[in-house]
């Protein structure tokens, strides 16, 4: 009768006990896969450095139209082989390649691209952060990226880790894409409107934020001193199928990723005391995996 | 004639010339003597790393006094002697440490601190940021530190670049203070209020961040695997005086932090073409300098 008793009981226990509380981690693995969008092998730029290590980049070219379409064809030229990081400051940037008009031209680029720093929000369907922005009259996310828009109507990119910039001189240079950064620290979101990012890091970070920093003025590294050789840069769908990268990034209107934001700005989980009840723009990270089964 | 006209004409041209827009390094470097706080020698932990490398923490008895006594102790009996980094995750945390409970309890450290996440935001002359914030009901700058206050009338220190915190286990274990951890990425602000904040690095923060990343889960190296020994860890008020680092910090109820905090929000050098108007706490990153003359 007694373990009868307790049988009975199970199910209640069961139900009564509190459920787990999840962590981002835990609704990213959990999102089914119609939460998952595909990137273009266009729009993934693969850069090999020497010993193997790789970043992969996403290209945003809704946003800087013209420097992609640039950093395409430097990259079907080959263009950065040899080219090397020569700029590494600590909490800001990675700055890396090769800023040569005359091979830039004959490559085919824009040498003097308008300046693509912001678009108009006009038929952007934005994913509000719901949060408020120090910046921006409004910051959310459109497929997949973190954007701010403006009182004027625009929208622009945002500077957080791992977003990928044109490296220029002064105003109004725009630079060709020939150069490169990423952001390697605290986002900069004062660079926001004032420069052409064209993409954000989606693998492979760390083969740049853990480089040595440079020991002259802004983190440029001394004349000779060679970090890490790039051996080349290209565009996946460049690559024989089985070298290819392939990733997904979640789809930033699905509700899975509105859970996601949610836990974000409330972390509940067995760690915490206190849930914030919001979050920066730069602190939710967009979940990107590799494509599964690939 | 012409040559008297044209040096008539010089003042004025003189006087027309727009003036030199200045930098945040620029106010930095112009700020006189009076606007630098120079840090008590009792305040500053010095962790030595084999090969020389020296990375300085000012810490902050006022927000952790319990965890801060804690870490003179140790700091006093050598406690970390012979530790290591043992976790480096990208865009996240470098962490370094012992745990033992027995250890700590025989130099006379509390074994389980009050959970100094918060204090109480009475008698606190805050510099307000002035700009919004997503995380606190405002935000603000007390005696050089970035500090956030809430509903319910506490203070919190915040989780910006190069802050350092106390390592802990689940609620409601506080850590003792023999493992730390470096913020090396975006501010982690969600951690605030949910662990103690016992400082920030002022100098070489580039021997943590740029580590190698550790290959298992939560950055952690694998076992067996060492970045970088720590020789030692120790107050600068116990080194010879040849041999201290003394350090400054802007005082942040000052004119000259008023004109950097307005500049951190409108950046308008010739590198610019939009100034945000705005800066999130943990951009602004309180000038600190090595003190002038030592």
Redesign the interface.
């Known amino acids: 009768m007694r373990n009868l008793a307790i049988l009975a009981l199970l199910p209640f226990a069961l139900a009564a006990a509190p459920p787990k509380k999840l962590t981002p981690t835990d609704l990213v693995s959990a999102a089914p896969a119609a939460a998952w969008r595909t990137i273009a092998a266009e729009d993934l730029l693969v850069m090999t450095l020497e010993g193997g290590g790789r970043v992969v980049i996403q290209l945003a070219p809704a946003f800087a139209p013209v420097h992609v379409a640039n950093i395409r064809k430097f990259a079907g030229a080959n263009y950065w082989q040899g080219a090397a990081v020569y700029r590494?400051q600590?909490?800001y940037v990675a700055q890396w390649g090769i800023n040569e008009a005359k091979r830039a031209l004959s490559v085919g680029a824009v040498a003097n691209p308008p300046?693509e720093?912001v678009r108009s929000a006009r038929g952007l369907a934005i994913t509000p952060l719901g949060?408020?922005?120090?910046?921006a009259r409004s910051v959310g996310f459109w497929s997949g990226w973190p954007v701010a828009l403006y009182k004027d109507g625009t929208a622009s990119m945002t500077h957080?880790?791992?977003a990928v910039g044109v490296g220029r001189d002064?105003?109004p240079d725009t630079g060709t894409g020939g150069e490169l950064y990423a952001i390697i620290?605290?986002?900069?979101?004062?660079l926001?409107?004032?420069i052409a990012v064209v993409g954000r890091v989606v693998s492979g970070?760390?083969q740049l934020?853990?480089?040595?920093?440079g020991s002259e003025a802004m983190g440029f590294y001394k004349e000779g001193f060679v970090a890490k050789p790039i051996v080349g840069m290209t565009l996946a769908s460049a690559l024989p199928p089985a070298q290819r990268p392939a990733f997904q990034y979640m789809d930033t209107a699905s509700a899975s990723f509105a859970r996601y934001l949610r836990l974000?700005k409330n972390?509940n989980d067995?760690?915490?005391?206190?849930a914030?009840?919001?979050?920066?723009l730069?602190?939710v990270q967009v979940p990107v995996r590799p494509t599964p089964g690939r």
Do not use: K
């Open positions: 590494v600590d909490n300046a720093y949060s408020p922005d120090p910046y957080c880790y791992g002064l105003h620290g605290h986002a900069t979101r004062q926001d409107r004032n970070i760390e934020s853990a480089l040595p920093r974000r972390r067995d760690f915490y005391r206190v914030a009840g919001g979050v920066d730069c602190n």
